[in-house]
């Protein structure tokens, strides 16, 4: 069993259509969580981070952590075409940083 | 503008070449990765250095090699013993401490011939 997983997707939606992409992780020793989104050829980029349970806003985006059923969302409100990317979840407990497969968003104009 | 740099973008590597990805930081971290993404695969951990002069395997650390002379550099020399090298790497850094987040460069796309 991988230590974060995800679907690989691909997920395409509408432009302006609520997006909510989702990762599992294992360990319950992890206690920081991130999103990254990452376009075609071009490293990550972070995009959320968190600690422990509980919701964060920034923007259009939402993420979400419920550790007491190990998973992790994003949620993504009046998605655009320039959100269409790859979204990599991870999880983090001590120094190592776990990465998700990624999920491939396309939102269609 | 502080950020990370890795160049080249692309590199061909003829078989029984080693190769050398270069990878500096000018945000003052001290901890620097590298990474290897595969198609379908998530981000798999090569080499990591949290100090200068001290580096640590990853989970694929075989066939590759590392050097960490300087807090801004950290190269990574993909070798001829590492049978499947094509993939696109990655190098990110962080603050040292636990609750620090990576920061990715633009990566490398090795192909070989």
């Known amino acids: 069993q991988k230590e974060v997983e995800q679907d690989p997707g691909p997920l395409s939606v509408p432009e302006g259509a609520i997006v909510s992409l989702n990762c599992t992780y294992s360990n319950s020793a992890f206690q920081y969580f991130m999103w990254y989104r990452q376009y075609s050829r071009k490293g990550p980029e972070l995009l959320m981070y968190t600690y422990s349970s509980g919701n964060k806003e920034d923007g259009r985006f939402t993420a979400q952590v419920d550790k007491s059923s190990k998973y992790i969302s994003l949620f993504i409100r009046d998605s655009q075409p320039s959100d269409s990317a790859t979204y990599l979840c991870a999880s983090k407990g001590g120094f190592k940083t776990i990465f998700g497969a990624g999920t491939r968003l396309f939102v269609k104009a | 503008d502080g950020g990370i740099t890795q160049s080249p973008k692309y590199l061909f590597r003829k078989e029984g070449q080693n190769v050398t990805l270069s990878c500096e930081q000018n945000?003052?971290?001290?901890?620097m990765y590298w990474y290897r993404q595969d198609p379908g695969q998530g981000l798999r951990l090569i080499y990591y250095?949290?100090?200068?002069?001290?580096?640590q395997k990853g989970d694929i650390a075989e066939g590759y090699s590392v050097s960490r002379e300087k807090k801004e550099s950290f190269p990574l020399t993909v070798t001829s013993a590492q049978k499947n090298p094509t993939a696109f790497y990655l190098c990110a850094s962080s603050r040292q401490g636990s609750t620090d987040t990576q920061y990715f460069g633009p990566g490398t796309r090795l192909t070989v011939l």
């Open positions: 250095s949290q100090i200068v002069n001290d580096f």
């Open positions: 945000l003052n971290h001290d901890a």
